[in-house]
């Protein structure tokens, strides 16, 4: 009898081992990597926001804005700014030559930079009078009563007055505004007007057309183009080598140990390089970065792709995790 209940409970064990489990294995975690794909358009048109908490993206054409006011209320005083998404230039002029002159001079010309703008800041009491080209390359704008517009800035009594002419001395437009405490943007297409530009939350990455100084080229070619990435006001960036730590194994306590700038163009415009063999971008996978958003937020991320299903440049998908 003792034998045959043992064998009994053997038999027993071994047919539960075998049954299916009433609750599924386990399993492994999914992967915490998100995709975001902007559109910049073949010919850049677009510029972009990006927000990586909640993925959005912000999108205004290059076209809508031609100067930005932007208070910089450390210093007290207002920052001028080009659209250097459309290639913009500015001549700075005395006020006499700026009433007389009907035709844009050969030299003089400046442009904004990642962090460095070509017309100095704007003070209390203070007037600035300026030539504006609008769109240098005239892939927009063809004549010169398109592209040119004669600017006086002043800041007096506690306002702001913008007032534009054509290079005929047309009036354009002229706009008295109170001191603005965020950054407001002018367009001069069609008269001049105040026009919305950045979202409503803080970017942590502008995808833009912007210029690029190359240093070792005759001045003609310097003041080059180019489509990046640029880092939003209160955004940091570190930049890591993939042979050092793989992206994949990038952790909360790696970027917490890293040293982090917040140089607009850090991460800038060659995570992607031009083969002229094939006339097609590549990407550079030796190196991805990481952004620091406040204190203890931070992203990784890396730039995937630059073409769309279609083959067409200016697509770009950037994969990105949050630490």
């Not at 299916?20 to 559109?39: D, G, I, N, T, V």
């Not at 620091?292 to 995937?304: A, D, G, W």
């Amino acid at each position: 009898m003792n034998r045959i209940l043992s064998w009994s409970l053997v038999i027993g064990l071994f047919l539960a081992a075998c049954r299916r489990p009433e609750k599924p294995w386990p399993l492994p975690p999914a992967s915490s990597h998100r995709f975001l794909q902007a559109h910049a358009g073949p010919e850049y048109d677009t510029v972009l926001f990006v927000r990586f908490e909640t993925g959005e993206l912000h999108r205004v054409l290059r076209t809508a804005w031609d100067l930005e006011l932007r208070p910089n209320p450390t210093r007290g005083l207002y920052e001028v700014w080009l659209n250097a998404a459309m290639y913009a230039f500015a001549l700075p002029l005395s006020d006499s030559l700026w009433q007389s002159v009907q035709a844009p001079p050969q030299d003089g010309w400046r442009c904004d930079l990642a962090d460095t703008a070509a017309l100095p800041p704007l003070a209390p009491g203070e007037r600035r009078y300026f030539l504006l080209d609008r769109d240098r390359a005239e892939a927009f704008y063809k004549t010169p009563d398109q592209r040119y517009r004669k600017i006086a800035l002043y800041w007096e009594e506690g306002r702001l007055r913008l007032t534009a002419y054509t290079l005929t001395n047309d009036l354009v437009g002229e706009m008295v505004l109170s001191l603005p405490t965020q950054p407001v943007h002018f367009s001069l297409e069609g008269g001049l007007r105040q026009v919305a530009v950045e979202p409503p939350w803080t970017p942590d990455l502008i995808l833009t057309r912007y210029i690029h100084p190359f240093y070792d080229q005759p001045e003609q070619f310097r003041w080059y183009p180019v489509l990046g990435a640029l880092i939003g006001p209160q955004t940091e960036v570190a930049i890591v080598s993939a042979a050092e730590k793989p992206f994949e194994e990038f952790t909360y306590a790696d970027a917490a140990a890293r040293s982090y700038t917040s140089r607009r163009d850090a991460i800038g415009y060659d995570w992607k390089r031009y083969d002229f063999n094939t006339g097609t971008y590549t990407l550079d996978f030796s190196r991805y970065f990481v952004l620091r958003t406040s204190p203890t937020s931070y992203y990784k991320l890396r730039f995937t792709d630059f073409y769309d299903t279609q083959g067409r440049k200016g697509c770009v998908q950037i994969e990105y995790s949050p630490l």
